[in-house]
């Protein structure tokens, strides 16, 4: 089998970025198209592969939807079942990268590679970073046997279900805390330490076609358990006439960031088992930055199996379909 191609799929975020004129320190994420970026790339001629690029997308992440998901699904989708791809690069901002990382984990688990990156500086910056993390990006694609979901920030592969964002400015902001990362990608080449991630649970393409079509995805909300948590937060969340007051879809979901190994402020405990009882399904996830063994939950709620309180939104979601 011929598999040559990698293709390019843009999305904005601060590799995308342009500083703004007027203002020495800031900048203008999502600006430069995907095709442009390439252009910076260093020593492009060298990769054994064909590229081609597409703009999915051209959003700051922090405003990523689940609309501008389901057409990533949907490109992703065509372009894995292209016989000459060997696999796919995605552009994205650093701030809810290990969401979309997550989200193509769980309901692709591709036999290629998919490989998100970043930058923590804008592409006009003298020392912007994004180029370089393209450039590995690029050489983890087109690795021989490489596969599943995987981000790839400075220098260091890590898996979709690991990853997090642990710095807001740090060049290297990434971690698969506990975890192993999948490898180093370094002058050119890749050094694997783990394992390429693969999802537990592989989706019908009937089914990814639903999920790429859906008009809603089912509302699930993250709260968090803190000194003088506040029942009444929960009560507001999943009281239906305050959802249709703002126009909104009933909460089907909630995970909770939870104190340490999945333990709950009294008063929280007390709003999410009279939710769990009117039929909202309710997740304990750890706040606590290196939870990946998982918070247990007790016998009443479910835990999160070692997902973040954000991805394992994303599980709930995609479990409410
Ligand atoms: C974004 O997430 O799109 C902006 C921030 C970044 O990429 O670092």
């Known amino acids: 089998m011929n598999r040559q191609k990698i293709v390019v799929l843009g999305t904005g975020g601060t590799i995308a970025g342009e500083a703004n004129a ?29 590229l081609l690029a597409e703009q999915v997308a051209q959003i700051d992440s922090k405003d990523m939807d689940t609309e501008i998901w389901q057409r990533l699904i949907l490109r992703c989708t065509h372009w894995l079942a292209q016989p000459d791809v060997q696999g796919l690069v995605i552009t994205h901002g650093t701030d809810t990268l290990e ?42 694609a087109a690795h021989s046997g490489a596969r599943g979901v995987v981000v790839v920030c400075a220098g260091n592969i890590h898996g979709a279900k690991a990853v997090q964002k642990v ?59 803190h000194a003088a948590t506040q029942g009444a937060t929960v009560d507001a969340l999943v009281a239906a006439d305050v959802a249709q007051r703002f126009d909104a879809p009933a909460v089907q979901g909630l995970v909770v960031a939870a104190t340490g190994n999945g333990t709950l402020h009294y008063a929280l405990e007390v709003a999410l088992r009279r939710a769990q009882a009117a039929g909202v399904r309710v997740v304990i996830a750890s706040r606590c930055l290196l939870a990946s063994a998982g918070a247990k939950s007790g016998a009443v709620f479910q835990d999160s199996q070692g997902l973040t309180p954000v991805k394992a939104r994303v599980a709930l979601m995609l479990a409410l379909i």
């Open 22 to 50: 007027d203002d020495a320190e800031g900048y203008t994420a999502a600006v430069q198209g995907v095709q442009i970026l390439l252009l910076s790339v260093p020593g492009l001629a060298q990769l054994p592969c064909e």
């Open 167 to 225: 710095h807001p400015t740090r060049l290297n902001a990434f971690s698969s805390g506990d975890e192993p990362l999948v490898g180093r990608v370094q002058d050119g080449q890749v050094f694997l330490e783990g394992n390429w991630p693969v999802a537990q649970f592989k989706w019908e393409q009937k089914a990814i076609e639903n999920i790429a079509s859906l008009r809603q995805w089912p509302r699930v909300e993250i709260v968090m358990s």
């Open 99 to 140: 969401e979309t990382a997550y989200l193509l984990h769980a309901v692709l688990s591709p036999s290629k590679p998919i490989v998100l990156t970043c930058a923590m500086r804008p592409a006009t910056a003298a020392d912007a970073d994004g180029p370089q993390n393209l450039k590995d990006a690029l050489t983890v």
